[in-house]
């Protein structure tokens, strides 16, 4: 019994030593990352954005404490009552971490906790619309999945787009990867900041900053993982 109790013990001290080892090259992979994006973007904007999933990242604070800096967080509560009461606690900590906080959909709420900006999904063109017109909320983004999309975003002045699938997502709303050639296109055509989404990780983060911004959801969940 003892044998197998300390086999146990010895087993659990190596997966946690090789969770901590795969955080600490995350961490330096997105740390590069963030370094190459800010080479070509705009200072006023983060080089990448941790995109929040109360599904697949569960540990929001936790994971946003982790993130290396020059990390922007757009944050999705999805009318969910449990995420929205955390908005106020996310909002002081984007600040006291002089973090980017964008916050998607919710122009009132970007308000009341602060944040800086609003991100629009593609099918809220007409609210985006009817709430520019009135005011400037900060950094104002776009979901982007097509050139026609690409033009609306133009048209409404949105600061920065987010381009999505790049690669293969387990995001249950992700499309058919377009790859990094095309993201190059985007980045080319685009006339404003893009961000690429969709199956960013730490293995490809910083080959998709050479030409653009980076977004990830669970993807920078890496560097933060809870013990078991």
Request: hydrophobic residues 45%; positive net charge.
């Amino acid at each position: 019994m003892e044998a197998r109790l300390a086999a146990i013990v010895s087993a659990r001290a190596v997966l946690g030593m090789s969770a901590m080892k795969h955080e600490a090259a995350a961490d330096r992979k997105f740390r590069n990352a963030v370094r190459i994006a800010q080479g070509h973007l705009q200072p006023s904007l983060p080089a990448g954005l941790f995109v929040t999933d109360p599904e697949r990242t569960p540990d929001l604070l936790e994971t946003i404490e982790a993130l290396p800096d020059g990390i922007g967080v757009l944050f999705r509560h999805f009318g969910r009552p449990d995420q929205l009461k955390l908005a106020p606690q996310l909002g002081k900590l984007c600040r006291a971490q002089f973090r980017q906080l964008i916050v998607s959909a919710d122009p009132l709420l970007a308000i009341r906790i602060g944040a800086g900006g609003v991100h629009w999904p593609a099918r809220l063109t007409l609210a985006a619309t009817k709430v520019l017109r009135s005011q400037k909320l900060g950094i104002q983004t776009m979901s982007v999945h097509s050139v026609e999309e690409l033009r609306r975003a133009r048209c409404l002045g949105m600061d920065a787009i987010l381009v999505s699938a790049i690669f293969r997502s387990d995001s249950p709303s992700a499309g058919t990867p377009i790859g990094l050639s095309r993201l190059a296109s985007f980045g080319r055509n685009a006339g404003m900041a893009v961000y690429a989404l969709g199956g960013v990780t730490s293995e490809n983060a910083e080959r998709v900053s050479k030409l653009s911004g980076f977004a990830s959801v669970s993807g920078l969940g890496e560097v933060y993982r809870p013990e078991a």
